[in-house]
């Protein structure tokens, strides 16, 4: 037997009433559904595209970046991203918060496992040499997001602080980050229009297996802003010279790197065809940190301000004390 309400079957002067307030209710419940979906709209993929014209899509920020070249640890942690670096390669250890971090191999060969078991949300490298490619390609092919940038000027590096900023969600820093920077640029640029002279620099990457910095790359752009002429020509990031070739090109000051590409550098007064370049007559030879000049980075306006300060002592207030972090070279 089928049993109905009573409240149903009954005709009662409240009937009509509990159906108005039914109605409110489900109406009610209705909007307030509404309202939370406005308050929470579907989340838009990020989207970046890469200096090899790759693009990245991620579908929230990444927290478990590994970055194969180092200067991505000192641009993250210049954004108050460090947290998410999981792991480093081994030749890295700045910021000094990553010391302790696994490592998974060497930024040209990383070892391909061991970047899968750390389970990263983005991969970082720095466009280059070819070598670099192939573990890009490697990583891509077991479906990591692999975002590949250049950053051969300060223009680009801008760009790159930039987007790393929006895969991190760090929009807003990465935009403080280069407005400083840019703006230190800026001051340089003025104090080196009033300098009357630009010496001719020589940057030495390697040696004795010569290596010197050449017109294209963020070296060359340092040297500029600085307010030297690089005196070499030719179009390559990296130019083999000679010792004779050096003498031939006379450069009137000379820097020269000490880090991994360089690591014991022996000073000019110790290289006896070296000794007659017009650098070592007139004593403007420095050893200059390589990470600081070489690597794009947070550092490299330091580096361009550092080396207007050697070549033009007269717009540094502090004339009296040499640049913050360069070694003069001893004869």
């Known amino acids: 037997m089928t049993r109905t309400f009573a409240w149903l079957r009954t005709l009662s002067p409240a009937r009509p009433r509990r159906i108005w307030c039914l109605a409110l209710t489900l109406t009610l419940l209705c909007c307030a559904n509404a309202q939370a979906e406005v308050r929470a709209p579907a989340r838009v993929p990020i989207r970046v595209v890469d200096d090899a014209g790759q693009e990245i899509v991620l579908d929230r920020p990444a927290v478990r970046v590994i970055a194969l070249y180092g200067a991505f640890n000192e641009i993250l942690d210049g954004l108050g991203k460090a947290d998410v670096i999981v792991a480093r390669t081994n030749a890295d250890t700045i910021p000094t918060r990553i ?13 391909i496992e061991a970047v899968l078991a750390q389970k990263p949300d983005l991969v970082l490298q720095m466009a280059g040499r070819k070598e670099a490619s192939l573990p890009v390609d490697a990583l891509r092919k077991r479906g990591l997001r692999v975002a590949v940038f250049r950053a051969a000027s300060f223009a680009e590096l801008f760009s790159v602080i930039r987007r790393v900023g929006v895969l991190t969600g760090s929009e807003a820093q990465a935009d403080d980050m280069v407005r400083g920077m840019e703006a230190r640029l800026a001051t340089l640029d003025a104090k080196v229009a009033a300098t009357q002279q630009r ?13 010197g910095a050449g017109r294209t790359g963020l070296v060359a752009e340092i040297i500029r802003r600085a307010g030297g002429v690089n005196c070499v020509e030719e179009r390559v990031k990296f130019a083999r010279l000679s010792e004779e070739e050096i003498v031939r090109l006379a450069p009137e000051a000379y820097l020269i790197q000490r880090g991994p590409m360089n690591p014991a550098p022996l000073p000019l007064s110790k290289r006896p065809r070296l000794r007659t370049i017009p650098a070592a007559a007139n004593g403007k030879t420095w050893f200059v940190d390589e990470r600081r000049y070489s690597r794009p980075g947070p550092q490299s306006v330091g580096a361009a301000e550092e080396l207007a300060g050697l070549l033009h002592p007269e717009i540094s207030q502090k004339q009296s004390a040499p640049a913050k972090g360069a070694k003069k070279d001893r004869k």
């Open 99 to 111: 010391a302790t971090l696994p490592v998974i191999g060497t930024h040209m060969r990383p070892n």
């Open 199 to 211: 010496p001719r620099v020589f940057y030495e990457v390697r040696s004795p297996n010569m290596l």
